[in-house]
């Protein structure tokens, strides 16, 4: 049983390009939730998708948007990059119904990098 | 924002030693939750607490989410290697987003 996939693992782009991100989710699990985890920080909340919509957003500028499709699967798309956006982007997934239902299961990540 | 402060921000431990660290919050959170991160992988969750003044233990690890609800503790006894990573502390409060405090790096001298 697969767990959360993401891709790329690693990706480099220079300032002012736009980047999409790829997660899909853990068997079962119909909600992908995105996190920025810049280097020694901890993970930081960028947004939530359940049934194809935005549910709940961080604090990220409207440069960060995200699509979910009907398979549950996401994509994180972040427009005119900027240097403090290089990270790691982690895409963790949960189910909505199942008891527990707060436990995400994370990703591996894709390590951005803005020259 | 929610800021869960954590500490020690490092840890530099003798192989058998136990492994103490903390977690507060000036927020009441709905759950805590504690993961570990290994470098080049994502967090994975080591416990979950649900109630005010629960103690929970996983195998070597044994967690308490404290009776305010504004803080947790971790504990890891007798080291071994593989304990060596970032362990973080996260809380929920009611929807699904989770915040994470700054991690403690745990290194563990063999």
């Known amino acids: 049983d697969a767990g959360v996939t993401q891709s790329p693992t690693h990706l480099i782009k220079t300032r002012g390009q736009q980047v999409t991100l790829r997660c899909s989710p853990k068997s079962g699990h119909d909600t992908v939730s995105w996190y920025q985890q810049a280097l020694g920080q901890g993970p930081q909340f960028i947004f939530q998708y359940y049934e194809e919509e935005e549910r709940q957003r961080g604090n990220f500028p409207d440069r960060f948007s995200g699509h979910q499709f009907p398979n549950y699967s996401s994509e994180l798309n972040v427009n005119a990059l900027l240097l403090g956006d290089s990270a790691l982007y982690l895409c963790?997934?949960?189910?909505?119904?199942?008891?527990?239902?707060?436990?995400?299961?994370f990703g591996a990540g894709s390590r951005l990098t803005v020259l | 924002g929610q800021q869960l402060n954590q500490s020690p921000q490092s840890m530099f431990i003798q192989e058998g030693e136990d492994v103490s660290m903390n977690c507060t919050s000036s927020?009441?959170?709905?759950?805590w939750l504690w993961y570990k991160q290994d470098p080049g992988e994502g967090p994975v969750l080591l416990i979950a607490?649900?109630?005010?003044?629960e103690l929970t233990s996983n195998g070597r690890l044994t967690a308490q989410f404290g009776i305010t609800r504004k803080d947790s503790f971790l504990n890891i006894s007798a080291s071994i290697p593989s304990d060596v990573g970032i362990y973080f502390c996260?809380?929920?409060?009611?929807?699904?987003?989770?915040?994470f405090g700054q991690g403690t790096r745990l290194t563990i001298n063999p």
């Open positions: 927020s009441i959170f709905n759950t």
């Open positions: 963790a997934s949960s189910a909505i119904q199942a008891a527990g239902a707060n436990v995400l299961t």
């Open positions: 607490l649900y109630k005010a003044g």
């Open positions: 996260a809380g929920h409060q009611g929807a699904q987003k989770l915040v």
